[in-house]
C-alpha cells in the first residue's frame, strides 16, 4: 500500500491529488487549524475513507501544545510569530492572532508505530516553522520514509516564527545524516520560504 503522509494539510487539496492523480492509496492529512478543517472536510466529502483527517498537531514531542491561528484564517502554529514579520505592514494583517487553543501534539514516530505504517510512500511537510522538529520527530523511523519534501527557510531570511528552527541547513543536515539525498526544490529568495526536496537511496 502506498501511504502518503501530509502534514500542515489546509485544505486536503495535496491528499486529493496523491489518492486521485498520483497513484497512492492512501493519505493521512493532519491539521488543527478550524478553519481550514472546515474547509477540508467539505472538499474531501466522498473520499474520507483514503484522505483521512487527523486533528492532532505534529512536531517532536507527545503532548498538549498552545496552537495559534492567525487572522489569515488557513494559517496557524505552535511558535509565536515573529514581532519583526508580524509588525510589519505588510504581513501584519496576516499574523494577527485570532485565538489560542489546547491541542494534542504527537510525533509521527508515536503514530506510525501506534497505527501499525511500517513505510511511507511520500511526507510533504509545511508546519509553519516547526518542520524541522516534525522530522526529529520521526527519529529512527525516518530510515523508512521514501521520498518527501519540507518547507524551510534560508539563513538570510527572518523567520517567521520566534524559535523556528526550519532552516535549510537543519534539514538538509538532518537527512543526511540518514542516508537522504537532498536537494532545493523551489527558488529560495531573501524574502519567501523555499521548499527542500528529500530522497531515500535504498528504496532506489
Same mark, same amino acid.
Given at each position: 500500500?502506498?501511504?502518503?503522509?501530509?502534514? !500542515?494539510?489546509?485544505?486536503?487539496?495535496?491528499?486529493? #491529488?496523491?489518492? %486521485?492523480?498520483?497513484?497512492?492509496?492512501?493519505?493521512?492529512?493532519? $491539521?488543527?487549524?478550524?478553519?481550514?478543517?472546515?474547509?477540508?472536510?467539505?472538499?474531501? =466529502? !466522498?473520499?474520507?475513507?483514503?484522505?483521512? +483527517?487527523?486533528?492532532?498537531?505534529?512536531?517532536?514531542?507527545?503532548?498538549?501544545?498552545? *496552537?495559534?491561528? *492567525?487572522?489569515?484564517?488557513?494559517?496557524?502554529?505552535? +511558535?509565536?510569530? %515573529?514581532?519583526?514579520?508580524?509588525?510589519?505592514?505588510?504581513?501584519?494583517? #496576516? *499574523?494577527?492572532?485570532?485565538?489560542?487553543?489546547?491541542?494534542?501534539?504527537? /510525533?509521527? &514516530?508515536?503514530?506510525? /508505530?501506534? %497505527?501499525?505504517?511500517?513505510?511511507?510512500?511520500? +511526507?510533504?511537510?509545511?508546519?509553519?516553522?516547526?518542520?524541522? #522538529?516534525?522530522?526529529?520527530?520521526?527519529?529512527? *523511523?525516518?530510515?523508512?520514509?521514501?521520498? !518527501?519534501?519540507?518547507?524551510?527557510?534560508?539563513?538570510?531570511? /527572518?523567520? &517567521?516564527?520566534?524559535?523556528?528552527?526550519?532552516?535549510? $541547513? %537543519?534539514? =538538509?543536515?538532518?537527512? $543526511?545524516?540518514? !542516508?537522504?539525498?537532498?536537494? =532545493?526544490?523551489?527558488?529560495?529568495?531573501?524574502?519567501?520560504?523555499?521548499? +527542500?526536496?528529500?530522497?531515500?537511496?535504498?528504496? =532506489?
Amino acid at each position: 500500500m502506498k501511504i502518503y503522509f501530509d502534514v !500542515g494539510a489546509n485544505d486536503g487539496l495535496d491528499g486529493i #491529488d496523491a489518492v %486521485n492523480h498520483k497513484g497512492y492509496d492512501l493519505c493521512y492529512s493532519f $491539521e488543527v487549524n478550524p478553519e481550514s478543517i472546515r474547509r477540508f472536510k467539505k472538499r474531501v =466529502k !466522498g473520499l474520507e475513507n483514503k484522505v483521512i +483527517l487527523i486533528e492532532k498537531a505534529v512536531s517532536n514531542y507527545n503532548g498538549e501544545g498552545t *496552537f495559534i491561528n *492567525f487572522q489569515k484564517s488557513n494559517i496557524g502554529s505552535l +511558535l509565536s510569530p %515573529n514581532p519583526k514579520i508580524s509588525n510589519s505592514e505588510n504581513r501584519k494583517e #496576516d *499574523f494577527t492572532i485570532l485565538s489560542k487553543e489546547k491541542v494534542e501534539v504527537i /510525533t509521527l &514516530l508515536k503514530f506510525c /508505530t501506534e %497505527n501499525n505504517i511500517k513505510q511511507i510512500e511520500h +511526507l510533504h511537510i509545511d508546519a509553519q516553522g516547526s518542520d524541522y #522538529d516534525v522530522l526529529v520527530g520521526l527519529d529512527s *523511523f525516518i530510515k523508512n520514509v521514501k521520498e !518527501g519534501i519540507v518547507e524551510c527557510y534560508s539563513e538570510k531570511q /527572518t523567520p &517567521l516564527y520566534l524559535d523556528a528552527t526550519n532552516t535549510y $541547513e %537543519n534539514c =538538509k543536515t538532518y537527512l $543526511e545524516s540518514y !542516508g537522504f539525498e537532498c536537494k =532545493k526544490f523551489n527558488a529560495f529568495t531573501d524574502k519567501n520560504d523555499g521548499n +527542500l526536496k528529500f530522497s531515500n537511496p535504498k528504496f =532506489k
